[in-house]
């Protein structure tokens, strides 16, 4: 039976922003399929509304001045239109996976979207993979400076790079088979696009798939990452850096997770990193 709702969650660094503006760049061909993903009430191209409204305090980028009763009043309504002439209402905000232990805000989610029985979506990426990512989209725009064992361990919960827990937690309040588990992998997107993965495993649809360059972060050749740190913690003119960083960013980024740990890691730190993560 086809969805009435589904919510792509995320995770976080999942390619959540490549497939929020590939969708909204897209109506035209989702309303083809029976989809509608509707306009948002933000500048952003993912429903973070949804997600933003229910945090305290609202975050800083947030400027929307509708109260979170009013925005999930709009989006009720929207889904209810679309049930009328049975299309799925897709909604995306990888912002509702920081909510997941805000216990007040999942039963306000629950309360508003349970009655339609949604589909929970989230791409799962395995959670070094994560931390690599993190880190070099961190380097490459000027946010870190220390070298990536430094990062890795001072980070203040290593678990949130972790995407079962927050799953567990969806499951338990959305119901297991709601939970729709999706992995991350690069090797598959080397071949196929995110909309075309996605619109396949949630909706069991094929299209034309002419998405496949279409990235929205760009990553960066394992090999320059000295020469990013050292142009972030220089004193050079700042247009300048950012011009140097553009030719490096338009370079191929490097893939091979394993080779990045073991370049940038000790055996020892790597060793105790898999052992928190996989034993």
């Known amino acids: 039976m086809q969805a009435k709702v589904v919510i792509h969650v995320g995770s976080r660094k999942a390619g959540s922003s490549a497939l ?8 035209d061909l989702l309303h083809s399929l029976n989809i509608d993903y509707p306009d948002r009430l933000s500048e952003f191209p993912a429903h973070q509304e ?3 409204s229910l945090m305290v305090p609202r975050p800083e980028y947030f400027r929307s001045q509708l109260s979170r009763d009013e925005i999930y009043n709009h989006f009720c309504s929207v889904i209810d239109r679309n049930i009328e002439v049975n299309r799925t209402t897709l909604l995306s905000s990888e912002d509702l996976s920081l909510l997941t232990f805000d216990f007040n805000a999942m039963e306000y989610i629950k309360c508003r979207f349970g009655k339609y029985q949604p589909k929970i979506v989230f791409f799962e990426r395995d959670p070094l993979d994560y931390h690599i990512s993190n880190y070099k989209h961190s380097v490459m725009f000027g946010r870190e400076v220390r070298t990536f064992s430094e990062y890795l361990f001072n980070i203040e919960n290593l678990l949130y790079a972790h995407s079962l827990p927050i799953i567990k937690v969806w499951q338990s309040v959305f119901g297991l088979e709601s939970v729709v588990r999706i992995k991350y992998n690069m090797e598959r997107f080397s071949r196929e696009s995110i909309l075309y993965c996605f619109l396949n495993d949630v909706f069991n649809v094929q299209i034309l798939d002419t998405f496949l360059e279409f990235k929205r972060n760009v990553g960066f050749p394992t090999s320059a990452l000295n ?3 050292q142009l972030n913690r220089s004193t050079l003119d700042r247009e300048l850096i950012e011009r140097v960083k553009g030719v490096i960013n338009s370079q191929i980024s490097s893939a091979n997770e394993e080779k990045f740990l073991e370049t940038f890691l000790t055996e020892f730190e790597l060793d105790l990193i898999r052992r928190i993560y996989f034993s």
């Open 50 to 52: 949804l997600a933003n």
């Open 20 to 27: 929020q503006e590939l969708l909204a760049d897209q109506t």
């Open 227 to 229: 020469l990013v740190l």
